[in-house]
């Protein structure tokens, strides 16, 4: 039996309808408190967890949020598969605010303050991460956004600047000039923690605006009123696309993300504290014993 199907929402995006059999969840990890409570229940005949990556009311920074902590709960609730729904910002004029981008890859403008991995304090791994992305649920996702009838993209370059603030004209232009997409704020450390996790992770990234190169049309510059007005209007789409591709990943994986940490970890068991052991044995209880 397929296990349990992940929704993190973003900006806009704090709840799901129509989830039967709800609970709400707290969940204790080693990493500390999660964004909030996980919703979970059943949706379209597949078990859900939903959790609101901001909480609720949208209280948290892209910059304060326990991505760590967010992705362990994911997992210690038997999540094996994560859509997560985002705002974005377009770096080309083909890609227009109200399209739904499902990226393929990943640039980190971050800075080292978020913590993007479960290892170190005596124990290394080093992922494959060079596809950041689960093809099969990426596939699924556009197929749906498709039926939906949303303006879908598959494939393409997120930018994970950040943040809090927007990007100034320079950076914009930069990063046109590199031949990247959309740009954002949160989804490279999920990315990188489910595929730690084996957890298949995709993205929905909702398209609200130009970013500020969009020097010659009304969208001269980002206004956090464009943003919230066009960020509504993806909301609903996004739950019909989540509602309609759930049927479809009711079966086993048959991926590379369900066993990405397959001899990657290189440091000896011997080696590695009992504490840190007893800590991640959710995560690499399969290969150290």
Not at 52 to 76: C, Q, S, T, W
Not at 191 to 196: D, M, P, Q, T
Request: hydrophobic share 40%; charged share 25%.
């Amino acid at each position: 039996m397929a296990g349990k199907i992940g929704i993190i929402g973003g900006s806009g995006f704090y709840n799901i309808d129509g989830i039967k059999d709800v609970k709400a969840i707290k969940v204790k990890t080693p990493f500390g408190d999660p964004s909030g409570e996980y919703v979970t229940g059943s949706l379209e005949g597949a078990r859900v967890v939903f959790l609101a990556r901001h909480d609720k009311g949208h209280v948290l920074l892209p910059g304060e949020i326990n991505y760590r902590a967010n992705i362990f709960g994911m997992k210690k609730l038997g999540v094996e598969r994560i859509i997560s729904v985002s705002a974005c910002g377009s770096l080309k004029e083909e890609l227009k605010p109200l399209d739904i981008v499902v990226p393929s890859q990943f640039v980190d403008r971050t800075n080292s303050g978020r913590e993007m991995t479960f290892f170190g304090n005596g124990i290394v791994a080093h992922i494959q991460f060079s596809d950041p992305v689960c093809p099969h649920l990426s596939k699924e996702l556009y197929d749906a956004g498709i039926k939906a009838g949303a303006s879908m993209h598959l494939g393409g370059t997120y930018v994970n600047m950040e943040g809090p603030q927007f990007s100034t004209k320079a950076e914009s232009c930069l990063y046109r000039s590199w031949g990247m997409d959309i740009i954002g704020m949160t989804n490279l450390a999920e990315a990188k923690l489910a595929r730690e996790a084996e957890i298949c992770y995709a993205t929905l990234a909702c398209i609200t605006d130009y970013d500020c190169w969009h020097m010659d049309r009304t969208t001269e510059s980002v206004s956090i009123e464009m943003i919230i007005q066009n960020l509504l209007k993806n909301v609903g789409v996004s739950k019909r696309i989540v509602k309609l591709v759930l049927p479809k990943l009711a079966k086993k994986r048959d991926c590379v993300c369900a066993s990405a940490l397959k001899d990657s970890i290189v440091t000896r068991p011997d080696a590695i504290p009992a504490k840190r052991k007893k800590e991640l044995a959710l995560i690499i209880g399969k290969y150290v014993k």
